[in-house]
């Protein structure tokens, strides 16, 4: 299960089980409608979508709930996600991490990829999925736009992807008709 923060700047991986965090993640620093949240087929990755014309993915922690064990305390089962190396080897965190013993914004783990909707400044409404190819995302924009995004999970952490390609999927609007019609004269009634 996920869950964003009101704000959208903090998204939540909690255990359906036991409703304890399993991870916090940071989509960003200002704050953003989140559109869509959604996990690949294996729930190992997770994209994030929001009004500010960004998608983003995270590794998730390979910590499941049988891993962690239920009855652990929230201490040892932060301890063995920390220990994780997919975690420490994608998602980004802050330079300032040591801090985040005191603040909690330092101890956050950032995506390893972002994908910005070209020509996509705010305001602009999208979801994602991942497709069935691997390392690959879909996007779909409110505007009618199909994008189609590849990542590479082995990638430098905070990797900007490039959509692969980009389709319209609803035809443009047409513009009004023009009628044969003259204009009427002034002070004549249609009636």
């Known amino acids: 299960l996920v869950t964003a923060s009101e704000k959208g700047t903090i998204l939540r991986v909690m255990d359906s089980l036991t409703g304890k965090m399993l991870q916090e993640l940071r ?4 704050v953003a409608e989140i559109c869509c949240l959604a996990f690949n087929h294996t729930s190992s990755l997770l994209a994030c979508s929001s009004v500010r014309g960004t998608v983003h993915v995270f590794q998730l922690s390979e910590n499941s709930p049988a891993d962690t064990g239920a009855g652990t305390s929230p201490d040892a089962a932060k301890k063995e996600h920390q220990a994780s190396p997919a975690t420490q ?3 980004t965190r802050s330079s300032l991490s040591f ?5 909690n914004y ?3 783990e950032w995506s390893f990829a972002r994908f910005r909707l070209p020509g996509a400044d705010s305001n602009v409404h999208a979801i994602c ?5 691997p390392n690959t995302l879909m996007v779909v924009t409110a ?3 199909l994008h189609t995004c590849l990542f590479n999970p082995e990638g430098p952490p905070g990797q ?3 959509a692969a390609t980009s389709l319209p999927f609803m035809p443009e609007p ?3 008709l023009e009628t044969d019609m003259e204009p009427l004269p002034e002070g004549e009634d249609t009636a």
């Open 160 to 162: 900007e992807c490039d």
């Open 129 to 133: 999925s991942f497709s069935a190819e």
């Open 27 to 30: 989509r960003g620093a200002h």
């Open 106 to 108: 330092f101890n956050s």
């Open 174 to 176: 047409k513009p009004p």
């Open 89 to 91: 080897a994608s998602n």
């Open 143 to 145: 505007t009618g736009q």
């Open 99 to 103: 801090f985040g013993g005191i603040v």
